[in-house]
């Protein structure tokens, strides 16, 4: 198969660097790396043009990630897809894991991504938390009833070209990241496959998209409205695809219920539903939490344990909690120490999937 890495670019100069070269070092005889610079006001062209004819490099008006991302698919030739962050790391074996679970039908692999700093300084955590199994059907079945599945964001997960073909034809004008699109259409158009072995290096520094490191009520409503987006092409393409799903897909999503509780602890006055309450939320949470088969029991217990303290503390405490959830390095130290001795106590981890 030949492997395109596609890496869009916006003002990423102190990263980008580090990004290509990773995707240079893969070791996998066939691929190509293709950069979109998406109107980076920095010096970011400066850095790609010192990788000469070993990338194919272009320069774009601004189109955020989702259109840089079609452009530089269209570009490509590849078999199989990463599109991978500007400030991410790909490992030289990742193509190496992934030959050894590929097949016909398969529409992505996902696998662990270690956390590194801005300095490239290893954090000592991986991320997600898989299921303990690797079952593509079991995964399907409870996304259609959920709408929800275990998945790292972007650089964790390769595709096929025939999955990003069709998912990018159905992106609304309004989306602006990939994943929204890809990560939601993987489980309906083929078997999504995971890797337990960390295969790319997820930086976090304050500019990053994801990173959270204050409560910015405006941001986490803007992920509960992308969530809304996601379910509107979620129930239009099961629908062409005569897929029984919920009425409402995200009634028990449990990603989307701890941000949607998150959005109406910080500012309940400005929360998007009108109907929510928080004893109701609440019980969706921990109803959810209790039957998901994505999860390890650890980790349910202690979203269960999070929803409980949200619900329950004095308000002028609920806001500390939500914030520890989404923004690990804001945790005090004794939570950190808690948590990293809960995870100890972790049953082992099942032998990777050969």
Known sequence: MKLSVIIANHNCRDFVGGAIQSALAVDWPDKEVIVVDDASTDDSRTI?????????????PKSHQFGAHMFGFEQSVGEVII?????????????QEIAKVWHPGVSKVQYRMNLIDATGAQLG??????PPRDDPEKLRRAYLRTMAYTTPPG???????????KAFSMGSPTVVWSD?????????MGDVLTIRKPLVRYRIHAANNAAVNSLDAGKIRDRVKQDIEKARLFSNVTRELRLQVPHDPLRYNLNHLQYRLASYVVEASAHP????TMPGLGYRLVSSAS????????????????????????????????????????????????????????????PDRA
């Open 291 to 350: 039957v998901s088969s994505q999860m390890h029991l650890r980790d349910r217990a202690l979203l269960v344990a999070w929803t409980f303290a949200c619900l329950l503390a004095p308000p002028e405490f609920r806001k500390s909690f939500v914030l520890w959830r989404f923004a690990p390095m804001s945790r005090p130290r004794v939570v950190r120490a808690i948590l990293a001795a809960l995870s100890s106590l972790r049953s082992p981890r099942l």
């Open 48 to 60: 790609i043009e010192e990788f000469g004819t070993r990338v194919a490099a272009y320069y774009r």
């Open 180 to 188: 929204d699109v890809l990560l939601t259409l993987a489980p309906l």
């Open 155 to 165: 650089s964790g997960n390769l595709y096929s070209r025939n999955l990003v073909r």
């Open 273 to 276: 539903f009108r109907e929510d």
């Open 83 to 95: 599109f991978l962050d500007a400030d991410d790391l790909l490992e030289p074996q990742v193509m």
């Open 125 to 130: 955590t991986a991320i997600p938390q898989f």
